[in-house]
């Protein structure tokens, strides 16, 4: 039977554990109460801190004979991940933490599948996240009151949190037809073109279209890993750029490797290689205040690749490729890479293309099933798009 996993340090956040757990059972959900606390619970739990503690690789006493609290908490959220990877009775998770308890209870939450319901009560929850949901669908919800006993505001809060995990639990995602999925790219500067593909291919597949914002090209990876993708249409490489030159969006080292382990038919392209992200532009590096920006809205700044960094950057991405066995192919396009990168654009620079296309060509390494393409096309022609699903049902159907 699914259950509604309720999890706090029990030793700090007892009360607060205590009094979710009762709404939730009170909305109709089936409890199970898990203490990820170093010290003895204030309230009954169902499963101990103790008894988490115990699925560390080092045994319990790696989290509990530590009087470092910061080397007890690192490794608590170690023993709660391993923990639980062990269960198979997950139907939700919530959870209340400050700072100790969210690091542990967040790192576990990540560990489920996407979809399974999953909230996170925090202190933290007003300010940059991302550290704690990383990419999953984690919700967070600032507790605004400390948690340090129950009060009139943070027992609605509490409460709220309480029916939103219940309804979430009783209310599992419908179905739907069953098509093949398959993962594309996608940046405001390429978005025609993305747009096009996935029209043209969504009578019989399921487009998920990520925004390749760091985060949206590790998800899609992640998602081919796990065995949800039949394919990748990566049209919106430029999280390599921010990887490459300290950009706000970047990629992982690992940008690619889904591609290469799963050998999934695979179509990239080079769109919006001409950009690296930066917040406001207070915000951009000193080194690269000379340089030629686009202001992107108020809280973000585009500076335009140099021909060098796209040299750097078009052997990069070669480089990972030359892992990949399954079939690729690369598409350049050839009269611009962006909405931006145009002629008579703000980022337009034929010399800057001609050097990533170059370094693309001179570093892949081509065979039978890995090619380039050349399309004299700008990115967001729709004969670009035509050229890019062509290029997918040729290598999927193989």
């Not at 470092?68 to 998770?93: E, K, L, P, Q, S």
Request: aromatic share 6%; glycine share 10%; charged share 20%.
């Amino acid at each position: 039977m699914s259950r509604i996993y309720v999890v706090s340090t029990a030793d700090t956040k007892g009360e607060e554990l205590a009094f979710l757990s009762e709404r939730i059972e009170a909305a109709g959900g089936s409890v199970l109460k898990v203490d990820v606390g170093t010290r003895g619970p204030a309230v009954a739990v169902d499963t101990t801190g103790a008894e988490v503690a115990a699925h560390h690789p080092d045994g319990a006493n790696a989290v509990l004979s530590t009087t470092d609290r910061g080397v007890a908490v690192a490794a608590m959220g170690v023993a709660f991940t391993r923990f639980i990877r062990t269960r198979n009775d997950i139907g939700a998770i919530v959870g209340i933490g400050g700072g100790g308890g969210t690091s542990i209870i967040t790192s576990g939450m990540r560990e489920l599948s996407l979809g399974l319901p999953k909230l996170m009560v925090s202190t933290l929850a007003s300010g940059d996240v991302a550290p704690y949901v990383g990419i999953s669908d984690i919700v967070m919800v600032p507790s605004v009151t400390d948690m340090a006993g129950l009060n009139a505001l943070s027992s609605v809060i509490l409460q709220n949190a309480a029916s939103a995990i219940a309804g979430m639990a009783a209310a599992p995602a419908q179905e739907v037809a069953h098509l093949p999925s398959v993962g594309l790219t996608m940046f405001g500067v390429t978005t025609p073109c993305v747009t096009a593909i996935a029209e043209r291919l969504r009578s019989d597949h399921d487009c998920m279209v990520f925004h390749a914002t760091g985060t949206g090209g590790r998800t899609m990876e992640k998602l081919a890993d796990s065995g949800m993708l039949k394919g990748i249409i990566d049209i919106t490489t430029t999280e390599v750029c921010d990887l490459l030159c300290g950009g706000v969006l970047a990629a992982t080292e690992d940008r690619f490797g889904a591609v290469a382990r799963t050998r999934l038919p695979y179509v990239g392209s080079v769109g919006a290689l001409d950009m690296v992200n930066f917040w406001a532009p207070e915000t951009v590096p000193e080194r690269y205040r000379h340089r030629h920006f686009y202001r992107h809205n108020p809280n973000v700044t585009l500076m335009r690749t140099t021909a060098g960094e796209c040299r750097a950057i078009g052997g990069w991405i070669a480089a990972r490729l030359n892992a990949c066995d399954g079939p690729v192919r690369f598409l350049i396009a050839e009269k611009g890479v962006s909405a931006l990168d145009i002629e008579g654009g703000a980022f337009y620079d034929p010399d800057a293309d001609h050097a990533l296309f170059e370094a693309v060509e001179e570093k892949m390494r081509q065979t039978a099933d890995r090619q380039i393409v050349h399309l004299p096309f700008h990115i967001n022609d729709p004969r670009f798009a035509e050229a890019a699903v062509a290029a997918f049902r040729e290598i999927s159907a193989e």
